[in-house]
């Protein structure tokens, strides 16, 4: 019995005699839903069954977050297979996989996805760290050594930053960015394992950057930069279903974590200033202020860890009560999983963007 499975054994062996914490019901029903047995995750509301970089980086997370090493596995070695031409050390995945108008099922877009890949080299190091399994360590860093050379770009007068995809996202000096990218944590941890590299230089600039692109506390889904930040398109005056998620990620970071004081007072205030509402806007003017539609349930997940503590995070934990999962769509019901998920106390992150899953309290 090779050690791998020695491992993975014991790891599911303790799981199952864990019982500190409740069975995570909407995370079941998601891969009931929406995870193949080989481990793809699907959106089911796209007739071409599309598979996404970002669905499977995020599934590697909360299969991580349960303590689900033999489904990890499955999503890793799927993600391999059919995103990056069978070896992740010589590829970073496509974004999009799915059927295509013949039928045929492939890589829809060869184009990454640099968030995603972010994500999936995290998910890799702190497995390798959790279940101490070393292929997966090394992996990771293998994922961001290519990323440092195919996604990050240094731009001028303000430093390096992770450019959305290998291509597309430049045109005669002028980069567009997305702010969503950019989880201050996840960089927090990637520097603890390469603190003299360009991760080094991002994560310093990370906090100014999504401060400067927000300029009243209301993050855009997109921006742009040449000489100085600008928001001449439509996608870059909106904050909406990419920019939700700043919230999220600056809301779950530790109260000790570098610049989270300063990143939560920020954007507490630009949404405060939308009025005295409780529930989340659909669309926000990032420049004027103003806001339209309400937004979806996954939103208000979304909000939760921001403004924990407060009236606002009462409005949104009543407003998940009223709703089933089940009735949501794949970003949704990731929003939840991720906002309710940190909520119910199943993770945290430390300081340094390590994750801190409630089930290795199990072993202490």
Known sequence: MSALLVFTVTAVQAKNLCSTAPP??????????????QGRVIDVSDARQITTSEGQSYAMFFALVNNDP??????VRWTEDNLAQGDLTAHLPAWLWGRDAAGVW???????????????AYNLLEAGRLWGEHSYTVLG?????????????????????????????SDKGVWRFNPSYLPPQLLARIVQDQPSTLWAELQANTARFLIETSPLGLAPDWVSRSDRWTHSEDDQQLGSYDAIRVYLWVGMLHQDSPDSTLLKEHFKRGLLSL?????????????????EGVGPVGFSAALIPLFDGTDVAQTQRQRLLETSIKDLGYYSQVLVLFGQGWDEKRYSFDRHGFLVPAWVHCYE
Not at 25 to 34: A, L
């Open 106 to 120: 492939q890589v829809l877009d060869a184009n990454t996805a640099a968030d995603s890949n972010l994500w999936i």
């Open 24 to 37: 995570w019901q909407d995370w079941n029903t998601f891969q009931q839903t929406m995870i193949s047995a």
């Open 141 to 169: 860093h293998l994922m961001l050594q290519r990323m440092a050379r195919e996604e990050l770009v240094k731009v001028a007068d303000f430093g390096y930053l992770l450019a959305p995809g290998k291509y597309g996202f």
């Open 70 to 75: 033999l489904l990890f596995r499955r999503l």
């Open 275 to 291: 009025g005295a509402q409780h529930l989340p806007v659909e669309k926000i003017n990032i420049l004027q202020g103003t806001a």
